[in-house]
């Protein structure tokens, strides 16, 4: 889909994002990104992944810059989730449980969806697990009745002590043990885990994707888009950042 722009990192392949929506994929969002892209007059942009530590995280003022600029920006799974929850009040579209989640303040710290990851050149493969991740797979483990629900609210409790760089299910499992967990239930789990594991971060990327696919789509079915709802202020700090922005390259000193 021409003009569609979509920030992505660990959450999806890019692979797989392509199967679902044409569209330009670009790394983990970070500060100034969706500024730069605006000028670019996208027909949309999504986000997904976000850096957040090595670099400054993207702007709220960025994104509602988008907005008021006419451009659909759409968040789900991660930053993306975040930003939306935060913005859908003036227009950012979320989409997804997570979103959902932190949208109505079942979800409040931002570690549920942060993950380390490999290199751009590795396709950012997700090096530990998120929590948003964990509390599904655990929900849905309860329903299955492999363990019982305060088996699964103690497993919770120890993966949420840990920072999200350790986060994983053999570690969660080993502590698990480590306290003394009925090992029947453990095992149980153990041995389900690999067909019954829960990508939530990855499923509401997913319905992102198709969502901007439907909405920028020509039928009848084509959900139509937000309006801006509130006034774009600018400051000093704002206008020489897009004075920055349009800068030539190589015009600025680091």
């Known amino acids: ?150 088996t699964a609210l103690r497993l919770e409790s120890i993966a949420k002590e840990l920072p999200y760089r350790e986060r994983g299910y053999g570690r969660m499992l080993r502590l698990g043990s480590d306290i003394g967990l009925p090992a029947a239930e453990l095992t149980a789990f153990r041995t389900w885990l690999p067909q019954g594991r829960f990508d939530q971060k990855r499923d509401d990327a997913k319905a992102m994707l198709r969502q901007i696919a439907r909405r920028l789509g020509r039928t009848p079915a084509g959900d139509a888009m937000p309006e801006a709802r509130f006034h774009f202020e600018h400051t000093v700090l704002w206008d020489r950042a897009l004075r920055d922005t349009a800068a030539p390259a190589g015009s600025l000193a680091m």
């Open 1 to 150: 889909m021409s003009g569609v722009y979509v920030f992505l990192g660990p959450t999806l392949p890019h692979e797989d994002a392509a199967s679902l929506l044409d569209a330009t994929y670009l790394p983990p969002v970070a500060q100034g990104d969706v500024l730069r892209l605006c000028a670019e007059k996208p027909a949309a942009i999504g986000i997904v992944d976000g850096f957040f530590e090595s670099v400054p995280s993207v702007w709220h003022k960025e994104i509602l810059y988008a907005i008021h600029a006419g451009i659909p920006v759409f968040g789900a799974s991660s930053m993306g989730a975040l930003r939306a929850a935060e913005l859908y009040p003036f227009g950012m579209i979320g989409v997804g449980a997570v979103f959902e989640a932190y949208r109505d303040g079942r979800l409040e710290d931002d570690d549920e969806v942060a993950v380390i990851h490999g290199p751009a050149e590795l396709g950012y493969t997700a090096l530990s697990e998120a929590m948003v991740n964990i509390r599904r797979t655990l929900s849905d483990a309860v329903s299955e009745r492999l363990v019982t629900a305060e």
